[in-house]
Structure formats: C-alpha cells, structure tokens
Nanobody, 116 residues
Framework: QVQLVESGGGLVQAGGSLRLSCAASGRTFSTYVMDWYRQAPGKEREFVAVINWNAGSTYYADSVKGRFTISKDNAKNTVYLQMNSLKAEETAIYSC?????????WGQGTQVTVSS
C-alpha cells in the first residue's frame, strides 16, 4: 500500500497561483503513475492531471491545460501540481491518487479556495 500526504492548499485570489505537493511513502516501488483529482462542493470528483512516474509523460484535463503543470521529484517520492491563473470555480478539495487494487490509494486532500 502507498500512503499519500498532500500539502500546499490555501486561499488565493482569482488569477493567482498555488503549488500543491503530494508525498508518497510505503510501497512506492510499485507506483507507475500518480494523478490529481479535485472535488468541488456538490459536484462529482473530476480528473485534473496525471504523470508517469518513470517516463515523466503527462496528461491534463482540457479545463486546466496551459495553466496547470504536474511534475515529480523521484528522489523525494513527491509529485507537484503548479496551478496558475486560478479561477473561482476551481475551488475544491484537491487529492492525489495512485491507481491500484480496490481503487488504489488516496491522500486526505488539501483545500484550495479561490476568491473572486
């Protein structure tokens, strides 16, 4: 099992930036992708971005392309999500995830609040 801990959330004005971190521990050698999801109040959880742990290839939801960047630090077992030009409607709990049996592993989430 992989344990994930997010950090970096907070309150930011629309147009501002935040960088989220997701530190992984445990059976990290079995990890090959890590991704970010978000869930806004009253809405379904939605995919944000994914990174291949070894190749470094990335993929983004259309809604965040060009504004968000997912990256990794293999030595620290940490994935980052740099979020620029944030919008009020992107207020949500952001969670990192590693696919696996029984839905994989999820972090506890970090709150991002974007004020308009």
């Amino acid at each position: 099992q992989v344990q994930l801990v997010e950090s970096g959330g907070g309150l930011v004005q629309a147009g501002g930036s935040l960088r989220l971190s997701c530190a992984a521990s445990g059976r990290t050698f079995s990890t090959y992708v890590m991704d970010w999801y978000r869930q806004a109040p009253g809405k379904e959880r939605e995919f944000v971005a994914v990174i291949n742990w070894n190749a470094g290839s990335t993929y983004y939801a259309d809604s965040v392309k060009g504004r968000f960047t997912i990256s990794k630090d293999n030595a620290k077992n940490t994935v980052y999500l740099q979020m620029n030009s944030l919008k009020a409607e992107e207020t949500a709990i952001y969670s990192c995830h590693v696919p696996g049996p029984s839905g994989g592993s999820w972090g506890q989430g970090t709150q991002v609040t974007v004020s308009s």
